[in-house]
Structure formats: structure tokens, C-alpha cells
């Protein structure tokens, strides 16, 4: 494997370097009985560490994993269940390469203003170098910065003994709560997920190493042995277990009172409880991942009296995505204002052989 986020964080070259939902996902049992594997035997002693959740969220509820490790050691793209939530190299002129993703991305949806989500040390070691001065702007905003060479903007890594560490990117500037040399506790604070770097949506891309060989968290071994056979996770039981595997990802899901768009939404523009009744339009949009043809999509809304207020239907026909995203709704026409009351809006997607792979609701109170 090549090496996408192989720019790793050194002090030798480092300057000290409200809406509500549910959310479906299939079982780490189920996915492993998907697949022909079996659920981890934890019992085993390993000399391996054992990593804690590196994020202060609650995973499936305001946090997720967005993409995996590369596991496959080819041309091709393979999580750990063998499925497509990975990705190569994006960067402009390596599209296409032989260089795939060496961390698990856990995205936070949208970083609206003052929300603020800590980063933490996934095992007690010594900070091993830190970066803190590149700006959290996304990739997709107009004229961004170049970031060759330093496409894991600001971060941190930790030597854990053994040849073991792990490295942390894309975090807030001025929020890095460590320094080189310091001695840092499991689930300790390093400081917030942020958006910079090489990065078109804030989330934390941990990345996991021995020997400067990548290891994918989920097997406990080396990515470039492949997604096939079992293998003792690196993560706690505790942690295993809630990271349940989902073969699509619904990264933001709620309404809009103008035509929305994807770099607003992942802004936290429309993150709010409450939506005017004058508004011109009433939308539910969605920011998906892993998308595949063949898949259906079906967004609705629910109206305050229970009753069903839009409902539009997608299919996948011709090509699945990596990203996708899209809205739909209504326009207040004539109407002086919209009822008043909460609204629902429910996402499903559907996918043939497999049923419902995805499953999220957003509420919002019209006043």
C-alpha cells in the first residue's frame, strides 16, 4: 500500500507540531454471519494495545465511522467486512493510484458554531510530535489552502511502546491540549475534531501503526494482509461492540428553509431546533456515504398531525457513490405560514438481497 496519510506527525519535523434521531445498523454478529466469519474471540491474550473510543460522543447516535482502512492490498477498495467503506487517494493528480486509506474516519456530522467535540488518546503512551497552526477550512470552500505534504492538518501522535502508535488528524487549530515529550493517559484530551488539513467534512482520521506498518483496528493486523479471515481487534471489547458495522453511513440528515447544499450543512448552518413559518420552503435533505447501485431511497416528512406531509423516492439505477447528496419538500405557495408544530423527516434506504441498510429521523419545531 501506498501512503495516503503516511505524512506522519513526528517532533523531528514538527514545531512541537439540535436535532433528534435514531439510527440503523446492522450487528458486528450479523455482518460477521454475512460475510462467513465469526464474532472476535477477545479471550486470547495479546500483546497488542487495546484502544478506547477516541472521540468524547456517543458512536451510532452523534458519531460515526464514515470510512475504514484499505484493506485491500490492490488496485481495488475493501473495508474490514470486505464491503466498500474505504477509499484511495484523492488528492488532485493521485486519483486512481495504488495508495489507500490508512485510518478509520469517525465523522461528527457538522461542526455548527461552538459545538466542539474532544479527541482522545486511544492508549496511554508519549506524545510523539503535534501541529497546531493550519486553518479549518474544507476542501470543497472556494480557493483552499494547499496542504501537500501536511494533508493530515493539525494533529498529534503517540509512540505506545513496542513500535506501536497512533496518529491523529484533522483537528481544530489552537485546541491541541498536548505537547511533545509529554507522558498522556488512555482517554485522555488531545484536543477537538476540527476541519483541517485535507478534508472535506469534520470528523477524526486515527490511524493505527506498528513498525510504521498500518494495521487496520477492526482485525488486529496489518492492512495489507487483506479483508478475508478473523483476527483479535485492537479495540477494547467495550468499544468493538458499539462500533457496529453499517454498510452505509448517513452522515447528516434535517431540514432546510432554502435550497441546502453540502458544504452549508456539514457547516452546522441548518442545525437547529426551530424553523420559520414564513419560510419560502420546507426540505429534507440527506449527506450520505457508501452509496450502492441498486439501492432505493426514500425520504418523507411527517406532518405535526401525524398525517404525511411529502414523501420522494430515488433509485439507484445506473452507479453507486461515494458521496451523495440530496433534498426534497415542499414550497409554501400561497400559505401565509405553515402549520405550526414539529415535523418529521425520515430517511430509509433500501438495498436488494439486503433489506434496510440505513434508517435515520430528524425533527424540527415550525413556530
Not at 420552503?281 to 404525511?308: S, T
Request: charged share 25%.
Amino acid at each position: 500500500m501506498g501512503n495516503m496519510h503516511g505524512y506522519l506527525l513526528r517532533a523531528a519535523i514538527l514545531s512541537g507540531i439540535g436535532l433528534s434521531f435514531g439510527l440503523f445498523q446492522l450487528s458486528n454478529r450479523a455482518a460477521a454471519q454475512e460475510t462467513g466469519g465469526t464474532p472476535p474471540d477477545f479471550s486470547r491474550v495479546e500483546t497488542q494495545p487495546r484502544l478506547v473510543f477516541p472521540l468524547d460522543c456517543a458512536i451510532g447516535k452523534d458519531c460515526w465511522v464514515t470510512s475504514y482502512v484499505d484493506d485491500d492490498p490492490g488496485p481495488g477498495v475493501a473495508d474490514f467486512m470486505c464491503g466498500p467503506l474505504s477509499k484511495r487517494d484523492s488528492r488532485p493528480g493521485k486519483e486512481g493510484s495504488d495508495i489507500g486509506h490508512k485510518g478509520v474516519d469517525i465523522g461528527i456530522g457538522h461542526l455548527e458554531s461552538g459545538r466542539s467535540v474532544s479527541v482522545l488518546a486511544a492508549a496511554a503512551g508519549t506524545v510523539a510530535g503535534v501541529r497546531d497552526e493550519m486553518p479549518d477550512i474544507s476542501t470543497r470552500a472556494e480557493n483552499p489552502p494547499d496542504v501537500s505534504g501536511r494533508e493530515c492538518g493539525n494533529g498529534v501522535r503517540i509512540d505506545h511502546g513496542d513500535g506501536w502508535a497512533t496518529q491523529y488528524c484533522h483537528m481544530k487549530r489552537g485546541s491541541i491540549a498536548v505537547h511533545p515529550g509529554q507522558t498522556v493517559q488512555s482517554g485522555q484530551i488531545l484536543g477537538d475534531v476540527g476541519l483541517s488539513g485535507m478534508t472535506e467534512h469534520p470528523h477524526l482520521h486515527i490511524q493505527i501503526s506498528r513498525d510504521d506498518v498500518v494495521y487496520d483496528p477492526f482485525k488486529g493486523r496489518p492492512a495489507e494482509e487483506g479483508c478475508k479471515g478473523t483476527g483479535i481487534p485492537l479495540w477494547t471489547p467495550e468499544v468493538f461492540a458499539k462500533m457496529r458495522y453499517s454498510p452505509l453511513v448517513l452522515n447528516n440528515v434535517g431540514f432546510a428553509w432554502e435550497k441546502p447544499d453540502r458544504p452549508r450543512v456539514r457547516n452546522g448552518v441548518y442545525a437547529k431546533d426551530v424553523f420559520p413559518s414564513d419560510a419560502p420552503v420546507l426540505l429534507v435533505f440527506v449527506d450520505m456515504m457508501g452509496v450502492e447501485k441498486g439501492d432505493h431511497l426514500l425520504l418523507q416528512i411527517i406532518g405535526p398531525d401525524g398525517a404525511p406531509f411529502h414523501e420522494s423516492k430515488s433509485d439507484f439505477d445506473e452507479k453507486g457513490y461515494a458521496q451523495w447528496f440530496g433534498f426534497s419538500g415542499k414550497k409554501r405557495g400561497g400559505q401565509d405560514h405553515w402549520p405550526l408544530g414539529t415535523y418529521t423527516g425520515v430517511v430509509t434506504v433500501e438495498r436488494p438481497g439486503k433489506g434496510v441498510v440505513g434508517w435515520r429521523e430528524a425533527r424540527i419545531r415550525v413556530e
